[in-house]
């Protein structure tokens, strides 16, 4: 009995210990992560919002000695200032100082999630920010982060994930600060806390933080697990009627790959191929950009990649059990947008038929393995980075990707295009204007010509014969469409 008491609480110890990441360095810098395992996909039913404006009442709401202005006038000469993140599984807080200021803002942070404020007038000032935020941010001034929004709400529609990550508004609307603070309770813990520091942070700190997070309750780590998104029969549109000047698109379909799979890296390769984000090598940048000069940008994700019209590289601490493919044409002009649609499932029909050349092969491999690099540039993004990597329970990112690509093949990466990605199921997400007249073109399959006002190779005007009339295969009733004012409701 004793021997069984004593392993009962050695593993009990063992599940509630503090998680360190910890990458010490000569660096005056100091970047400190803190990462709750809980998210959106935790909002209870009908408080759709509640994870999001918890961390905002934490990070812009001050502590119980501190009012937020106050916290701001302290961080100030200080040059630094606490952010955070929230997302389905992870929400993040963070911040990077000098060293000299360490001790001085460290108190700062300590408090703000220790000792949060929970002020009544933080609390309706951030509630209205949410509801701002996704009735004018997003729903009325950003068509193309709108229409990705709208992808991912749709492809996860029923499922936890299916809501955006800052709510609904009629929840959000609806919550008290009482349910703030009890969400704070319930996932806040120990338990759920992982802890990053990198830099020059001296060894004592360490130990200062040790002793500081160990005040949070217990808890019990969160090992939900999350339902299969609902399949998807055909291709299934969501028009969102909107007077807008282009046409934003989006579509997309759940992947069961993520970091640790056998066919990441090589689905890495295909995507970095046909579409790396803000990057003119891609495979749909070149055909319907450069070629044809319809739009900004084409790119393809096999991860979520929230806030992608601000930001180069993806950020961290998003990480998930399950993943999408997407594809994002940033924007189209609306007498092109369905020659532009045609034009990308074409060209997702062509990757799937052919696959990657060698010669394409070894050229993505190769930008790949130094592109790598880039995406741990900073002590903050590395920090990140090797939190998700303790996540999906992989080597530091770098490592992982370096050592696949080493062992990679061309016949592996096309074979992996082949096990994972398709067209004839996915969902679409279109925010256009006059929205009824776009689906009746869209139903109806006619010929959807280019015209151009310069000359173009005879091979090009050749294909553009094949995509005009590219069939979608799509049917009445997976055409919706829903007014912009309705969207996050």
Known sequence: MRRFIALFLCAFASANAQKFVTLPSQSPLVTLKFVFQTGSASDPLGQHGVAALTAAMLSEGGTAKMTYQQMVDAQFPMATSISSRVDKEMTAFYATTHVDNLDKFYALFRAMLLEPGWRPEDFTRLRDNSVNSLRVSLRENNEEEL????????????????????????????????????????????????????????????????????????????????????????????????????????????????RGHPDYVALMVAQSWFGQHRMSGGRLYERIREARGLNYGDYAYIEYFPGGMFGFEPPQNIARPQQIFQIWLRPLELPTAHFGIRLAMFEMDRLLKTGLSQAEFDRTKLFLSTYVNLLTKTKQAELGYAIDSQYYGIADFNSYIKSGLAKLTLADVNAAVKRHLQTANLKMAIITPNAEEFKKRLLANEASPMTYNSAKPQDLLDEDKIVEKWNLNLKPENVKITPVNKVFE
């Open 147 to 258: 229409g990705k929004e709208v992808l991912y709400n749709a492809i996860y529609a029923g499922h936890p994930y299916g809501h955006h990550n800052m709510g609904k508004v009629a929840d959000i609307e609806k919550l008290k600060i009482e349910n703030l603070k009890a969400f704070f309770r319930a996932n806040y813990t120990r338990a759920n806390l992982v802890i990053g520091l990198a830099g020059g942070y001296p060894p004592s700190f360490l130990e200062t933080v040790k002793a500081d997070f160990a005040k949070l309750p217990a808890g019990v780590k969160r090992t939900v697990a999350r339902p299969a998104p609902k399949p998807i029969s055909g291709l299934q549109v969501e028009l969102v009627d909107k007077q807008t000047r282009s046409v934003a698109v989006s579509f997309g379909f759940p992947i069961a790959v993520k």
